[in-house]
């Protein structure tokens, strides 16, 4: 989460918002933001996204239109992420 958190400004320039997701619960996600120095939003899944996109670490990029563009299992890659962004069609 810390990789993503130092990166926000180069995923900014590809007009890509990050997103934590995770089951803990709001009070817990509110201490782990404060902890890390988290800017970015961390969702609550009550297990739907789950159910959809799997558990784990994932990082998906999605477009704007909903359409999963790129699927990185395990630890963030942020230059792999960065460089995937840059691929896709400008909307």
């Known amino acids: 989460m810390q990789a993503f958190q130092s990166d926000l400004?180069?995923?900014a320039e590809h007009n890509a918002q990050v997103l934590g997701v995770s089951s803990d619960s709001?009070?817990?996600?509110?201490e782990f933001a404060a902890k890390l120095?988290?800017?970015?939003p961390l969702v609550v899944d009550d297990g739907a996204i789950c159910k959809l996109y799997?558990?784990?670490r994932i990082s998906?990029?999605?477009d704007q239109?909903?359409?999963i563009r790129f699927i990185h299992k395990g630890m963030p890659d942020n230059a792999v992420l960065l460089r995937e962004l840059g691929n896709?069609?400008?909307?």
């Open 9 to 11: 400004a180069r995923f």
């Open 26 to 30: 709001l009070e817990t996600h509110l």
């Open 37 to 40: 120095g988290l800017s970015f």
């Open 54 to 56: 799997g558990g784990g």
């Open 60 to 62: 998906y990029l999605i």
């Open 65 to 67: 239109s909903g359409v």
């Open 88 to 91: 896709l069609p400008s909307s």
